[in-house]
C-alpha cells in the first residue's frame, strides 16, 4: 500500500476477484460468502485479530412459548437465535445444570436428552437475551425471571413433568456474517470504520459498496503496522442493502456483550467512488473541522461536499443512542456519472473511476489517523 501502483493493483484485483468473477453477491447466498471468505483471508495476512461474527437475516418466535405444570404456564421469554424444538413440543423434566448461563435445563422423558435450557434474567421479571457467535441456532432457550427460579427449583427437586414447546422460524439460507478487523489501541476506546460488502440481485455492487469496502480493507493493512491511541475495528457488514441487517446485530451483540460504551466514533463509507468529490455528513462540528483540515493539506483538486445532516444514516444508523458520548461520520461521493448505475447491472468492476479509489483512500488515511490517534 506503499505507491499508488501497488494501491490500484491491489484495488484491481480485488475488484476482478470480488466483483467480476463472483458476480452479484446478497446476502444469505453462497456467492456472499465467497465474498465474506476472501475478505476474511485477506485482512488476515497482516492483522491477527480478524473474526467472523455470524447473524441470521430474519429469526421469530411462532406465538406462544410455553412451559407448563399440571395447567400453569410460566412466564417465559426465548432467547433471540435460538432453535425451536420439534412442533408438538414434549414432555420434559427441570434440571439444574453446572453451567452458569443457563442453569436450568429440561430433560426429555421419552429420550433423555436435554432438548431445552433455561436462562435467568438479573431482574425479577424477564430480560432481553440475544444470542451471538456459536450460540446462533444452539439449543432452544428459554428466559425466565428471578421470581420463577424458587418454583423452577421446586419442579427439579420433585422431578416434575412439564410441557414444553417453543417453534422459532429463520431464514434457512447458508450462514451469513461480518467480518470484523481489529487493531489495538493503547486505549480502550474505539473507532470503528464500517463499509458493507454485500450487493442486490443481478449487479456486482462494484461502486455500491464494494470499491469503499476495498478501501477500507486497504486502511486495516496500512493501520495493522501502527499502535494508536484507540482501537480501530474495521466492520465490513452484510445485508445493509435488506435493511442493514448486519450493522444492526452487530450493535445488538456488542450491548449483550457489555463493550457497546466503548465504542467513541463510527465512521461509514458507502459509495466513495460516485465521484472524486467526498460527500461528508455530520452533526458534530469538531469532525467536520478534521474533514476540512484534511482536504486542505492534501490540496487533491476535489471539491469536497459539507453538511450538517446527522451521521446517523445507512449502517451508521444501528449506531445512533448508543450512549451518549458517541459521535460519527458518513461518506459518499458525488461528481462523476457513475451514479447512474446504481443498482443496476451497470455497477460492475470496470466501472469503477480508480481515481476515486485513490483520492478516497489518501483522505480517509489522514483522516481516520487523526480521529484514532495514529
Known amino acids: 500500500m506503499e505507491t499508488p501502483c501497488s494501491r490500484m493493483q491491489y484495488a484491481e484485483r480485488m475488484l476482478q476477484r470480488l466483483c467480476a468473477e463472483i458476480g452479484p453477491h446478497p446476502s444469505g447466498t453462497a456467492e456472499y460468502e465467497e465474498v465474506v471468505r476472501i475478505i476474511h483471508e485477506d485482512l488476515s495476512s497482516s492483522i491477527a485479530d480478524v473474526q467472523l461474527d455470524r447473524y441470521l437475516d430474519y429469526w421469530a418466535v411462532v406465538p406462544s412459548a410455553e412451559i407448563n405444570h399440571q395447567g400453569n404456564r410460566l412466564a417465559v421469554g426465548v432467547a433471540e437465535n435460538c432453535s425451536g424444538t420439534a412442533a408438538a413440543g414434549f414432555d420434559g423434566r427441570i434440571r439444574l445444570t453446572p453451567d452458569t448461563s443457563t442453569p436450568f435445563g429440561i430433560q426429555n422423558v421419552e429420550t433423555g436428552t436435554m432438548d431445552a435450557l433455561i436462562q435467568v434474567s438479573t431482574d425479577v421479571g424477564v430480560q432481553p437475551v440475544y444470542l451471538y457467535g456459536d450460540a446462533i441456532l444452539g439449543p432452544p432457550t428459554f428466559v425466565v425471571g428471578l421470581r420463577d427460579v424458587p418454583f423452577l427449583k421446586m419442579l427439579a427437586e420433585t422431578d416434575a413433568v412439564v410441557q414444553t414447546r417453543l417453534r422459532v422460524v429463520h431464514s434457512t439460507d447458508c450462514p451469513t456474517h461480518n467480518i470484523v478487523a481489529r487493531i489495538p489501541g493503547q486505549a480502550a476506546d474505539e473507532v470503528i470504520v464500517i463499509a458493507h460488502a454485500d450487493s442486490i440481485i443481478r449487479t ?48 445488538r451483540r456488542r450491548v449483550q456483550e457489555g463493550t457497546h460504551r466503548d465504542i467513541r466514533c463510527v465512521i461509514n463509507f458507502d459509495s466513495l467512488t460516485y465521484g472524486p468529490n467526498l460527500w461528508t ?89 487523526r480521529i484514532a490517534g495514529s
Open 204 to 251: 456486482e455492487g462494484a461502486n455500491d459498496n464494494m470499491a469503499s469496502a476495498i478501501v477500507a480493507m486497504m486502511l486495516a493493512h496500512v493501520f495493522a503496522k501502527s499502535t494508536p491511541q484507540s482501537t480501530l475495528r474495521f466492520l465490513i457488514t452484510g445485508s445493509e442493502e435488506y435493511g442493514l441487517i448486519g450493522a444492526r446485530h452487530y450493535v
Open 281 to 369: 455528513s455530520t452533526h458534530d462540528e469538531d469532525l467536520t473541522a478534521t474533514v476540512r483540515a484534511v482536504h486542505e493539506e492534501l490540496q487533491l483538486g476535489t471539491e469536497p461536499i459539507y453538511d450538517d445532516t446527522p451521521c446517523w444514516m445507512n449502517d451508521a444508523a444501528p449506531f445512533k443512542d448508543l450512549h451518549s458520548h458517541i459521535t460519527g461520520v458518513n461518506f459518499n461521493s458525488r461528481g462523476y456519472e457513475t451514479l447512474a448505475a446504481n443498482h443496476t447491472p451497470a455497477d460492475d468492476a470496470a466501472n469503477v473511476p480508480m481515481d476515486c479509489v485513490e483520492s478516497a483512500f489518501l483522505t480517509m488515511q489522514s483522516f481516520v489517523g
